[in-house]
Each structure stands twice: as structure tokens, then as C-alpha cells.
């Protein structure tokens, strides 16, 4: 069954990697020597983890990307072009005023077990999340055109399932942008 859908819508601080990074070495304590001196673990504040680089792979217009599963993922300046495992070719244009990239945008192409989408807007892209009805999440696979052109094309694999999934678009701080709700057919 095809479905569609459509919805518009902790850095490290320098000083603590300086600072770790012009620590004195120390040497190796010998066996018989006590070690009497501790050093004191960094704050969390210190250690904070650099916030994950967005998963956004940079295509070349017209490179069919194998998505898994049967499925092959292309983008042309007018939009996605996808084939199935039956070979039968689609499109989801970007360039017919259905998609108002002005503001988020989200779109939603389901067949079976294989999902994929329009994302776009303003905001750099961060992620897309593809949640089943049992609430696993499935994080997306991006791939955009050189230049961000202010969209690009998601696309994941979920378990088998009798009901819809639902779509969310979030920004590269991690902000919910738009999402799709599931849906009953």
C-alpha cells in the first residue's frame, strides 16, 4: 500500500579543551611508590559532548543511491525521483508549488516497509525520525544537493507493521520543526 503525505510547518568550551590539552604529562608512578595525589574529574560543564554533526550526505545531482531493500533514491533540481523493487520509477516534485519551503516542510511517501520523504524550509536540516506504532523510533537517512538548496530527501526502513508511522522533522539544534502524525487508510 502507497501512502502520501504532506505537512508544511552542548558545545565544549575552548578554555576546557585548551586546558585539557596543555595538561602536563605526568610519568607512570613506580611500584613501590604510593600514589598520593589525585586529580580531580572534570565537570560535567567541562566534558559537555560537541553536539552530533547532522547526518546529511551531499549528493550530486543524478547519483542513484542504493536505499536498501530494492529501492534506488535520486535528486534532480526538480525534485526526488525513486524506483522500487518492482522497477517502476516515481517523482515528488519540488518545483510545483506543492511544497512551500518559505517555512518547514515535510512530506511522506510509505510503501510498506520503506519510507521516504520531501524534507525543507529554512532551518538547516538536523534529522528525520520515523516512529512506528509500537514507538521504535527509526532515524532517517538524509541526502541533499550541493549548495543546500533548501531541501533534500529522507529515507528509512521500519519493522513490519498493520499501521502507520508518524514523520518529525527536527532542526540541527534538535528542535521539533514539523511532523507527520500517523495516519489510518
Known amino acids: 500500500m502507497k501512502k502520501y503525505l504532506l505537512a508544511a510547518g552542548a558545545a565544549v568550551t575552548a578554555a576546557a579543551a585548551a586546558a585539557a590539552l596543555a595538561a602536563p604529562a ?11 595525589a589525585s586529580v580531580p574529574a572534570p565537570s560535567a560543564a567541562e566534558v559537555s559532548a560537541p553536539a552530533p554533526a547532522p547526518a546529511v550526505r551531499t549528493v550530486r545531482q543524478g547519483l542513484r543511491v542504493d536505499a536498501g531493500g530494492g529501492y534506488t533514491l535520486w535528486l534532480t533540481r526538480e525534485g526526488k525521483h525513486w524506483t522500487g523493487p518492482d522497477g517502476f520509477e516515481q517523482f515528488r516534485s519540488v518545483v510545483d508549488g ?4 518559505t517555512r ?3 512530506s511522506h511517501q ?5 519510507h521516504s ?3 525543507g524550509g529554512p532551518e538547516a536540516p538536523g534529522r528525520v525520525d520515523v516512529t512506528d506504532a509500537e514507538g521504535r523510533v527509526t532515524r532517517a537517512t538524509l541526502l541533499q544537493l ?5 531541501w533534500g530527501v529522507w529515507y528509512a526502513h521500519t519493522a513490519p507493521s498493520d499501521r502507520d508511522v508518524s514523520v518529525a522533522f527536527h532542526a540541527r539544534d534538535g528542535r521539533l520543526l514539523v511532523e507527520l502524525p500517523a495516519m489510518d487508510f
Do not use: K, Q
Open 98 to 101: 506543492n511544497l512551500d519551503l
Open 146 to 150: 550541493p549548495g543546500r538548496p533548501g
Open 104 to 106: 518547514p516542510a515535510l
Open 117 to 119: 520523504g520531501i524534507y
Open 26 to 36: 605526568t610519568a607512570a608512578p613506580s611500584p613501590a611508590a604510593p600514589v598520593t
Open 110 to 114: 510509505g510503501e510498506g516497509t520503506f
